[in-house]
């Protein structure tokens, strides 16, 4: 399977929900990273570092229990496409089901495919946006 075919399968895959079914596209050791400033963040559980495709499967897994249910979407800009790179560029929205908040941030996913596996993930998008979206509203005190 060629880059651009792999990419729309995984993205094809992403939108059934099925987390094994999307980690067979990822080769057994990957090159993930997440634009955090940290490699950890303990309100979004996540955002942590991940290797193999087992942790693809448990990204996928625990974003989704994460979530509300139905209340997700993203939308694909653009694929762009140079020999075993692609950027997919789009924007994604959630809302968190520890909070109740939504957040919606653009995004832009690097993805290197190699004998029809992704051998490298990279995603850039407001972690910000994410990050305030996950933490817990602090109680207000009584005046």
Known sequence: MDTRATVEEFLRRIGEGDPE???????????????????????????????????????????????????????????????????VIGETAQTVRATGKRFSTRFALHLTVENGLIVRHHVYEDSLSVALACEAVAPTGSD
Do not use: F, M
């Not at 087992?54 to 996928?60: F, G, I, Q």
């Open 21 to 87: 079914h999307t980690a067979a596209l990822y080769a057994e050791k990957i090159d993930w990273q997440v634009n955090w400033p940290e490699p950890r963040h303990e309100a979004v559980p996540w955002i942590r570092p991940r290797s193999s495709r087992a942790d693809v499967v448990d990204h996928h897994r625990t974003l989704a229990a994460s979530s509300v249910p139905g209340q997700g979407s993203a939308t694909i800009d653009r694929i762009l496409v140079d020999g075993p790179d692609a950027v």
